[in-house]
């Protein structure tokens, strides 16, 4: 019981930071197939499919939980170093994706859906800043729903960092402070805080649920008939991210008080060093929850 919550507490802490599948963890631990036939089960047979991986729930809420307090503090303290790093931890999954992404013959539409993809990506860096929410409190009920289906994804397929694309569009920071928030009112006895905290955390619940729900069965049908593709397109998110998040920092720091330009190298070369450092730490991070891909090769080439 205790091996399974600490399995499913790295699955958690996987499951919010960027670049970090939460999916790809549990495949290598071999409860993927497990996690994703309980969801399936989900709405038919609701009891029996919680039954049969509670410990692991457990665990993924826990990790959560503290993930949400140690990111909290590090961004905080360190915000572009941190960021380089998380932006290691992508750039380490990077392999394995183009593994699954790789066609047997080189083709152009194959190169075009990755291409159009990176493009579609950048193009997201310009609406970032009207995207982007710095004060959770007046942040619309209907994006909290978002940030729960966009954090879902991070389970349910395998490669695929959800923190990542709210990273990307300003919203990851948002979820950190929230979860924080919510874990030091709670033992501060702080019910104001509280409440109104718990309630944006339902949405995210509500949002998770509607993703396991409709994409559980969907995705396991688009990795069936179109897996080639799904992956090139998670291809080209990836290499596009780096860029994306970097923008995504510079919009949120020029607004701190006082301001802070990443780009101002005369002020930021330390950072800057630290971060360069950082970048293949996170890289050897990330390819360590990656190395023992088994069972997503398996499950990959049995769908081909």
Request: proline content about 5%; hydrophobic content about 55%; aromatic content about 10%.
């Given at each position: 019981?205790?091996?399974?919550?600490?399995?499913?507490?790295?699955?958690g802490?996987?499951?919010?930071?960027?670049?970090?599948s939460?999916?790809?963890?549990?495949?290598?631990?071999?409860?993927y197939s497990?996690?994703?036939?309980?969801?399936?089960?989900?709405?038919?047979?609701?009891?029996?499919?919680?039954?049969?991986?509670?410990?692991?729930?457990i665990?993924?809420?826990?990790?959560?939980?503290?993930?949400?307090?140690?990111?909290?503090?590090?961004?905080?303290?360190?915000?572009?170093?941190?960021?380089l790093l998380?932006?290691?931890?992508?750039?380490?999954?990077?392999?394995?994706?183009?593994?699954?992404?790789?066609?047997?013959?080189?083709?152009?539409?194959?190169?075009?859906?990755?291409?159009?993809?990176?493009?579609?990506?950048?193009?997201?860096?310009?609406?970032?800043?009207y995207?982007?929410?710095?004060?959770?409190?007046n942040?619309?009920?209907?994006?909290?729903?978002?940030?729960?289906?966009?954090?879902?994804?991070?389970?349910?397929?395998?490669?695929?960092?959800?923190?990542?694309?709210?990273?990307?569009?300003?919203?990851?920071g948002?979820?950190?402070?929230l979860?924080?928030?919510?874990?030091?009112?709670?033992?501060a006895l702080?019910?104001?805080?509280?409440?109104?905290?718990?309630?944006?955390?339902?949405?995210?619940?509500?949002g998770?649920?509607?993703a396991?729900?409709?994409?559980?069965?969907?995705?396991?049908?688009?990795?069936?008939?179109?897996?080639?593709?799904?992956y090139?397109?998670?291809?080209?998110?990836?290499?596009?991210s780096?860029i994306?998040?970097?923008?995504?920092?510079?919009?949120?720091?020029?607004?701190?008080e006082?301001?802070?330009?990443?780009?101002n190298?005369?002020?930021?070369?330390?950072?800057?060093?630290?971060?360069?450092?950082?970048?293949?730490?996170?890289?050897?991070?990330?390819?360590?929850?990656?190395?023992?891909?088994?069972?997503?090769?398996?499950?990959?080439?049995?769908?081909?």
């Open positions: 019981m205790i091996k399974k919550i600490l399995i499913g507490s790295l699955v802490i996987g499951s919010i930071l960027p670049g970090v939460g999916g790809m963890i549990a495949a290598a631990f071999n409860i497990k996690l994703i036939e309980a969801l399936d089960l989900l709405t038919k047979h609701p009891i029996q499919a919680i039954k049969s991986i509670w410990q692991y729930l665990g993924i809420i826990l990790g959560i939980l503290a993930g949400f307090l140690i990111i909290a503090y590090v961004f905080y303290l360190i915000p572009l170093p941190s960021t998380f932006i290691g931890l992508i750039l380490g999954g990077l392999p394995e994706i183009y593994f699954l992404a790789k066609q047997d013959e080189r083709k152009a539409k194959h190169m075009i859906v990755t291409g159009v993809t990176i493009i579609l990506m950048l193009a997201l860096s310009f609406l970032a800043p995207l982007g929410q710095s004060d959770v409190s942040t619309n009920f209907m994006i909290w729903i978002l940030v729960g289906f966009l954090l879902a994804l991070s389970l349910i397929v395998p490669g695929l960092s959800g923190t990542m694309l709210l990273l990307i569009i300003g919203y990851y948002p979820m950190i402070l979860g924080k928030g919510l874990v030091e009112s709670l033992f702080d019910f104001d805080t509280l409440f109104t905290d718990i309630w944006n955390l339902l949405f995210i619940g509500l998770l649920v509607i396991f729900i409709v994409l559980a069965k969907l995705i396991s049908y688009i990795l069936r008939k179109f897996p080639k593709t799904f090139q397109i998670i291809l080209g998110i990836i290499i596009a780096p994306n998040i970097i923008l995504s920092l510079k919009d949120e720091l020029i607004l701190e006082p301001p802070i330009n990443i780009f190298i005369n002020e930021q070369w330390l950072m800057w060093l630290i971060g360069i450092i950082l970048i293949p730490v996170g890289m050897y991070l990330s390819r360590m929850f990656t190395k023992d891909k088994n069972e997503t090769k398996e499950d990959q080439t049995s769908n081909n």
